[in-house]
């Protein structure tokens, strides 16, 4: 049995869910696209949170790696924000994408967080293609969601090229 994975194309910041995952940088202090959106719309104090943990972390959060706050104003429970790496033509960083899922699940795992929303991580500014992003995030999902721990975990992909992308991974996946 395995986690049930469903597509949406759509903002994010408008779902209903116990974590949303956010594609953050390092700094954790906001920024542009997916966490420049929720922290708009979440509000103060999902940064209020962010400056906490950030004196815990005195060079910023590793790439690869997961921590929660608050949710603020946004229909969830809590936000995890994990960094992903910058794609490189010359370096394979899959292994550290692979890691920004599982460990944004083993987060939510332990805050009881039965429904997860990702973003397609590392597809905007930090160039992943999105069909090997895809591929490498939907494997992932399969391979670290316990159907026991989750109910659901959602694609929230922005555009028509993301979800096809990821439309197209979620098929080859239950093949």
């Avoid at 972390?57 to 790496?85: M, Q």
């Avoid at 391979?143 to 721990?149: F, G, I």
Wanted: net charge positive; proline share 4%.
């Amino acid at each position: 049995m395995t986690v049930s994975i469903t597509l949406v194309q759509g903002d994010i910041t408008r779902q209903r869910v116990d974590a949303l995952v956010n594609a953050a940088n390092s700094s954790l202090l906001g920024g542009g696209g997916v966490d420049g959106a929720i922290h708009r719309r979440g509000g103060p104090e999902i940064l209020a949170d962010c400056r906490r943990l950030r004196a815990s972390l005195p060079k910023g959060l590793p790439t690869g790696r997961a921590v929660a706050t608050v949710a603020g104003k946004l229909d969830a429970r809590h936000v995890i924000h994990t960094v992903g790496p910058v794609w490189s033509a010359t370096e394979d960083r899959s292994e550290l994408l692979a890691s920004c899922h599982r460990e944004a699940l083993r987060v939510a795992a332990e805050l009881g967080a039965r429904t997860v929303a990702f973003p397609a991580i590392s597809t905007g500014v930090y160039r992943w293609p999105l069909d090997d992003a895809a591929r490498v995030a939907v494997r992932t999902v399969r391979e670290a969601a316990d159907p026991a721990r989750f109910d659901e975990v959602r694609f929230v992909l922005f555009d028509q090229a993301a979800y096809d992308a990821f439309a197209k991974a979620l098929a080859a996946a239950d093949r």
